[in-house]
C-alpha cells in the first residue's frame, strides 16, 4: 500500500530538549516536504526537499532542521524545541504528472512542547 | 505572496443540504486540488484539476476551475454527515523554486443528521 508513515504519532516534550520525527515514503517520490498546521493558520511548509542532499527553506523554517540522506526519508529534527513549536506535523510526499499534482500526507504529529 | 482564501472559513448544514464552498486568489494556477481532512488524520486528495473551465464530479461532489484559473469551488449535492471535515483547496503555480504548492486555510464542515 502506497503511504507516507510518520513516527510518533503523539509527543509531549520539554523545552530544549531535541527531537526527531521521522517520515519514510514508499513511493519512490523525489519531492517530500514537511508542514505544521495551526488554527487559524492553515498548513505553512517548513522546509521541502526535491531530491536526495538537496533541502531547502519553506515558509516557516526557524527552529527546525531536516536532512535526505536517502529518497524515502525525510526527517524532522528540533535541536532546541520551543513551547511556540506546539503543533500538528505533517510530512507529504508529492507526485507531478500530466493530471497535475498530488501530496500524499502522512497521518500527522501532535506535538506538545512545555 | 501568493495567497489562496478559502470561504466560508466554516459551515453547519443539516443533512440533505447542499452548499457551495470556494477557493480565490489572485494568482493563476497550473492545477488546483482539493483535499478533505479528517480530525487527526491527514489531508486527502479528492481532485485535481488543471484545465480552465474545467468540471469534475466525484458522486455527490462537483469541482470546478475557474477560465482564468485563479479560482475553484467544491459543491456537494445532499450532504450527509460522512462529509463532515476540513476541505483544503491548494495551488500548484508555474516554475518557482518553493514547492509551488500552496494551501488554502480550509473549510470546515460540519454536517448534522
Known amino acids: 500500500e502506497a503511504q507516507v508513515t510518520q513516527n510518533p504519532r503523539y509527543l509531549i516534550t520539554v523545552t530544549g530538549k531535541k527531537l526527531t520525527v521521522t517520515c519514510s515514503q514508499n513511493m519512490n517520490h523525489e519531492y517530500m516536504s514537511w508542514y505544521r498546521q495551526d488554527p487559524g493558520l492553515g498548513l505553512r511548509q517548513i522546509y521541502y526537499s526535491m531530491n536526495v542532499e538537496v533541502t531547502d527553506k519553506g515558509d516557516v523554517p526557524e527552529g527546525y532542521k531536516v536532512s535526505r540522506k536517502e529518497k524515502r526519508n525525510f526527517p524532522l529534527i528540533l535541536e532546541s524545541p520551543s513551547p511556540n513549536q506546539t503543533s500538528l506535523y505533517f510530512c507529504?510526499?508529492?507526485?507531478?504528472?500530466?493530471?497535475?499534482?498530488?501530496?500524499?500526507f502522512g497521518q500527522g504529529t501532535r506535538l506538545t512542547v512545555v | 505572496t501568493q495567497l489562496l482564501e478559502q470561504s466560508p472559513q466554516f459551515l453547519s448544514i443539516q443533512e440533505g443540504e447542499n452548499l457551495t464552498v470556494y477557493c480565490n486568489s489572485s494568482s493563476v494556477f497550473s492545477s488546483l486540488q482539493w483535499y478533505r481532512q479528517e480530525p487527526g488524520e491527514g489531508p486527502v486528495l479528492l481532485v485535481t484539476?488543471?484545465?480552465?473551465?474545467e468540471v469534475k464530479k466525484l458522486k455527490r461532489l462537483t469541482f470546478q476551475f475557474g477560465d482564468a484559473r485563479k479560482d475553484s469551488s467544491l459543491h456537494i449535492t445532499a450532504a450527509q454527515p460522512g462529509d463532515t471535515g476540513l476541505y483544503l483547496c491548494a495551488g500548484e503555480s508555474y516554475g518557482g523554486s518553493q514547492g509551488n504548492l500552496i494551501f488554502g486555510k480550509g473549510t470546515k464542515l460540519s454536517v448534522k443528521p
Open positions: 507529504a510526499s508529492r507526485r507531478t504528472g500530466m493530471s497535475g499534482t498530488e501530496a500524499f
Open positions: 484539476v488543471v484545465t480552465g473551465g
